[in-house]
């Protein structure tokens, strides 16, 4: 299995909803616009606007540490307005098992599926 998942999970500080909702903003403009190997992109927000979780697909590992470098800024300024924590999903090569440790990830290989 090539394909990587990812969830990313942002608690949004209290009273920043909406400086969040800007970076949010941007994230998804950046991904349509530069991110090639992105299959999945999917924003969700719990009921009262606090929680936000990122549903993300990528092709290989190769396409998630390009993400990471495209949305690398925005990453931070999302970090500074909420609490991040994020799970991978697959075989993860070396280089990403890597860049994911620095963000305190949470990893899971590939057992089985469809």
């Known amino acids: ?19 969040f909702k800007k970076i949010a903003g941007e994230c998804m403009t950046t991904v349509k616009a530069k991110d090639k ?7 969700f927000f719990n009921d009262d606007l606090s929680e936000c979780v990122v549903r993300e697909t990528y092709v290989d590992s190769a396409a998630v540490l390009n993400h990471v470098a495209i949305l690398g800024d925005l990453l931070g300024q999302g970090m500074a307005v909420a609490d991040f924590s994020i799970e991978a999903y697959g075989n993860l090569s070396e280089e990403l098992k890597k860049a994911l440790g620095g963000l305190g990830a949470k990893m899971y290989s590939y057992y089985q599926g469809l």
């Open 1 to 19: 299995m090539d394909k990587i998942q990812l969830s990313a999970r942002f608690k949004i500080h209290s009273g920043k909803l909406e400086t």
């Open 37 to 43: 190997g992105a299959l999945q992109y999917d924003w």
